[in-house]
C-alpha cells in the first residue's frame, strides 16, 4: 500500500476485512489510545468501546422506556373507549346519541372543541346536528375513507367548532363499512400538534366505527325487495 492510498477509508476497509489483524497484535490493540469522546484526554481503545456498548445501553434503556410510556398511554386509550362505547349501549333512546357522542368524547379524552353533523336521519332532521350541512360538505364526507388530521387549511366543517383550531381531526360516519356517510365527526385542538398528518389513526377509525353504528340505528330502514 503506498502513502497517496494509505487514508482513513483504506484502513478501515483493511481492518474490516481482517478480524484476526487485532489477535495477531494484541500489544498494539493494548497500547493504542484515541480521543475520549466528551473529554480533553485520550483513552485506550478497550475503554473507547466499552463507553460505546454504555452508550448503546442507555440508548435502548430510553426506547424501553418511550415503549412502555406509550403502551400506558394505548392502555388508557382503550380503557377510555370502551367506556364510551358501554355508555352509547347503554343509551334506550336512540335520538339522544348524537348529544351522548359529543358530550362523552370531550370528557374522556379532554378535548375542548367537537362538533358533529348528520344528515339521511330523520329522527334528527330537525335537529340542531342536521343544520349547516351543505352539499359540498357531504361530498368531502364521501371521499374521506380515513381520518383527516392536520391544520385548518381551509376545512368548512371546522366552522361547526365556533373558533378556529389549531389542529383539527375530521372523520366521516357510517353505519357500517363501506356504505355512504350519515354525518362527520370534528375534534379541534388549540395545539397545532395534537392532530398532525403524519399521525396513526387507528383510534380514530374506531371512534368514527363506533360512533357511525350507534348513529346507524336512527337511518332508515331500507325498502322490502320486491
Known amino acids: 500500500m503506498t502513502q497517496d492510498a494509505l487514508t482513513a477509508q483504506a484502513i478501515a476497509e483493511y481492518l474490516s ?4 489483524f487485532f489477535e495477531q497484535h494484541a500489544e498494539l490493540f493494548a497500547n493504542l489510545n484515541v480521543p475520549h469522546p466528551h473529554q480533553a484526554r485520550a483513552i485506550s481503545l478497550g475503554e473507547r468501546q466499552i463507553l460505546t456498548l454504555r452508550g448503546r445501553a442507555k440508548e435502548q434503556e430510553r426506547r ?93 366543517a371546522a366552522a361547526w ?24 365527526l370534528v375534534l379541534g385542538s388549540g395545539d397545532p400538534v395534537r392532530f398532525t398528518d403524519d399521525m396513526g389513526t387507528a383510534f380514530l377509525d374506531i371512534i368514527a366505527l363506533l360512533a357511525g353504528a350507534a348513529l346507524g340505528r336512527l337511518a332508515a330502514p331500507a325498502p322490502d325487495a320486491a
Open 17 to 20: 476485512t481482517r478480524p484476526d
Open 64 to 156: 424501553l422506556a418511550q415503549l412502555l410510556y406509550n403502551a400506558g398511554g394505548n392502555e388508557h386509550i382503550n380503557r377510555s373507549i370502551t367506556q364510551w362505547c358501554a355508555r352509547m349501549l347503554a343509551e334506550p333512546d336512540a335520538t339522544l346519541l348524537p348529544a351522548h357522542i359529543i358530550r362523552s368524547l370531550g370528557d374522556l379524552f379532554d378535548l375542548p372543541a367537537l362538533a358533529l353533523r348528520v344528515w339521511d336521519l330523520p329522527a334528527l332532521a330537525e335537529s340542531e346536528f342536521a343544520q349547516d350541512v351543505t352539499p359540498g360538505i357531504r361530498d368531502y364526507a364521501d371521499t374521506l375513507e380515513h381520518p383527516y388530521c392536520g391544520p385548518l387549511a381551509g376545512q368548512d
Open 161 to 184: 367548532l365556533g373558533s378556529p383550531p389549531a389542529s383539527l381531526a375530521i372523520m366521516a360516519l357510517r353505519p357500517l363499512a363501506g356504505q355512504a356517510p350519515i354525518g362527520l
